[in-house]
T-cell receptor, first 114, second 116 residues
């Protein structure tokens, strides 16, 4: 079974440090999404790409977060500088686009900022 | 903006019994898609079932079925013959129709406990 691969699975860092999360979408999928999951807010969309072009990053704090797709096999989410309120699980998902085509999720990165 | 509401933060069911999880959504569109995802303690998000708004027939996948009430904007999930492995967080999600964004908008989830 093809899977979305996310690294790292866990990350503990100190406030002020840069954090980079990586995602390898399923080969052939043309959309890639970054979601953040917290107890209070649930699953929030941070950013998404179609054919590697960023389409919506309205959910992302622009001053410290950035999302890129340097190529079709890699998506990155960076936080610089990190803050304790960024502690959450970050999911990458990929899909084939619209309609009933589902999103396929990676296993997430649990980020803890102390 | 579309919103998805899951009014039951937690539910419990006895093994082999049936449970229904509620989901309502707010939209002015007539063309859209609805999904239920399951998230067990492993954290993996797993697709359970999906429904197209234009189809009146309720979707079913083995022990999982939905009750889709378009006029009421309701999309509840029924789990029959509950098993211990069904214990998880369940998320309802909405996607706009053709020509709209491919993103999924999620509810805040319902935690399901299955008692032996």
């Amino acid at each position: 079974d093809a899977r979305v691969t996310q690294t790292p699975r866990h990350k503990v860092t100190e406030m002020g440090q840069e954090v980079t999360m990586r995602c390898q979408p399923i080969l052939g999928h043309n959309t890639v999404f970054w979601y953040r999951q917290t107890m209070m807010q649930g699953l929030e969309l941070l950013a998404y790409f179609r054919n590697r072009a960023p389409l919506d990053d309205s959910g992302m704090p622009k001053d410290r977060f950035s999302a890129e797709m340097p190529d079709a096999t890699l998506a990155t989410l960076k936080i610089q500088p990190s803050e304790p309120r960024d502690s959450a699980v970050y999911f990458c998902a990929s899909g084939l686009g619209q309609g009933l085509s589902p999103l396929h999720f990676g296993n997430g990165t649990r980020l803890t900022v102390t | 903006a579309q919103t998805v509401t899951q009014s039951q933060p937690e539910m419990s069911v006895q093994e082999a019994e049936t449970v229904t999880l509620s989901c309502t959504y707010d939209t002015s569109e007539s063309d859209y898609y609805l999904f239920w995802y399951k998230q067990p303690p492993s954290r993996q998000m797993i697709l359970v079932i999906r429904q197209e708004a234009y189809k009146q027939q309720n979707a079913t996948e083995n022990r999982f079925s939905v009750n889709f009430q378009k006029a009421a904007k309701s999309f509840s999930l029924k789990i029959s013959d509950s098993q211990l492995g069904d214990a998880a967080m369940y998320f309802c999600a909405y996607r706009r129709g053709r020509g709209g964004s491919e993103k999924l908008v999620f509810g805040k989830g319902t935690k399901l406990t299955v008692n032996p």
